[in-house]
């Protein structure tokens, strides 16, 4: 499965928001069933970034959220989070 979240940044908070993720990034990728992860920019409107996540279910990436680590460095991201579903099955790739 993939998870994506989607985050409205400022300008101002571009730097320390990136520097942020990662540190999640990091917490998570000792998770079990942590496949991958990025950050990613668009490059049409910059204050719109995406973090897409790879596991190998649903219910690792569950857990892993729930590690009281990844939340007292998450949580206050959300403020930011565009409020959209993200988690998703892969039905097809390439």
Same mark, same amino acid.
């Given at each position: ?10 300008? #101002? ?6 520097? #942020? ?9 000792a ?13 049409? #409107? ?6 897409v ?5 649903a ?23 565009v ?8 039905v097809?790739?390439?």
């Amino acid at each position: 499965m993939i998870a994506i979240t989607r985050y409205r940044v400022p300008g #101002d908070d571009a730097d320390g928001f990136a520097e #942020d993720v990662t540190a999640v990034l990091t917490l998570l990728s000792a998770s079990p069933g942590f496949r991958s992860g990025r950050l990613g920019r668009t490059v049409d #409107d910059p204050g719109l970034w995406a973090l897409v996540t790879e596991w190998d279910g649903a219910g690792h990436y569950r857990r892993a959220l729930g590690q009281y680590e990844v939340r007292l460095q998450f949580i206050p991201l959300a403020a930011m989070a565009v409020d959209e579903p993200g988690a998703y099955e892969i039905v097809t790739s390439a």
